[in-house]
C-alpha cells in the first residue's frame, strides 16, 4: 500500500506546449503529495505541493490537480520552455508526522523541444 | 548556508569491500532519509530517521546499514558491496515546521560504482 505509481517515464513537448505528468497512490493516508524537479548531476528540488483538502493548486506556469476519490493527482506545466527539460518525481507522505516514509514514483523525463 | 552535504560525492569499490556515506545537514531538521537512485526505477528509500536516536526500514534496506550519530549526521554504510549496489545516493532532510513543513532537502547525491 505504498506503491507510488507514475507515468509516462518519458515525454517530449513542443516549447509552448502544455506538458502532462501523472501519479496515482494507494495508501489513503497520505496527505501530502509534492513534485520534485531534478536537473542533471543535481539533487531534486521541490516544486510545488498540494494537500487533500484543494483540488488545484497553481504556482506561476506549474499546477497540480488532485482527485482524492481516484487517489491521483497530475502536474501541468502550461508554456512550456527548453529550461523545463529534467526529470519529475511525484511523492507522498504523511504531511505532520515526522516519521512518515516519503515514497517517490519512477520519475519522467521531460524534453522541450525548441 | 550549506543545507545538506554528502561526501564523497564519487566513488569506486571493488565487490566485497565497505564504505560508509556520510550526510550532515545545518538546517535544525529532525528527519533524515537516505534514498537510492536508479534508472527507470525511481528513488527509492533505503532508511529514514525520524530524530535523533531513531531508524527505520525504507523500502530496499536490505545491505545497508545507518547511523544517526546526533541531529546533523546520517551515515549509510554498505558492509560487503555488491555489484547490484552500483547507484547514485541521496540523503535529505525534511522541514517539519514554518512555511516550508514537508520539504525535503536534497544533497547533491553520491555517485557510488562497484566493480
Known amino acids: ?114 | 548556508n550549506a543545507g545538506v552535504t554528502q561526501t564523497p560525492k564519487f566513488q569506486v569499490l571493488k565487490t566485497g569491500q565497505s564504505m560508509t556515506l556520510q550526510c550532515a545537514q545545518d538546517m535544525n531538521h529532525n528527519s533524515m532519509y537516505w534514498y537510492r537512485q536508479d534508472p527507470g526505477m525511481g528513488l527509492r528509500l533505503i532508511y529514514y530517521s525520524a530524530s535523533e536516536g531513531t531508524t527505520d526500514k525504507g523500502e530496499v534496506p536490505n545491505g545497508y546499514n545507518v547511523s544517526r550519530l546526533n541531529k546533523r549526521e546520517f551515515s549509510l554504510r554498505l558492509e560487503s558491496a555488491a555489484p547490484s549496489q552500483t547507484s547514485v545516493y541521496f540523503c535529505a532532510s525534511r522541514a517539519q515546521t514554518g512555511a516550508n513543513t514537508g520539504e525535503l532537502f536534497f544533497g547533491e547525491g553520491s555517485r557510488l560504482t562497484v566493480l
Open chain 1, 1 to 114: 500500500q505504498q506503491q507510488v505509481k507514475q507515468s509516462p517515464q518519458s515525454l517530449i513537448v513542443q516549447k509552448g506546449g502544455i506538458s502532462i505528468i501523472n501519479c496515482a497512490y494507494e495508501n489513503t493516508a497520505f496527505d501530502y503529495f509534492p513534485w520534485y524537479q531534478q536537473f542533471p548531476g543535481k539533487g531534486p528540488a521541490l516544486l510545488i505541493a498540494i494537500r487533500p483538502d484543494v483540488s488545484e493548486k497553481k504556482e506561476g506556469r506549474f499546477t497540480i490537480s488532485f482527485n482524492k476519490s481516484a487517489k491521483q493527482f497530475s502536474l501541468h506545466i502550461m508554456d512550456s520552455q527548453p529550461g523545463d527539460s529534467a526529470t519529475y518525481f511525484c511523492a507522498a507522505s504523511l504531511f505532520y508526522s515526522s516519521a512518515s516514509k516519503i515514497i517517490f514514483g519512477s520519475g519522467t523525463r521531460l524534453s522541450i523541444r525548441p
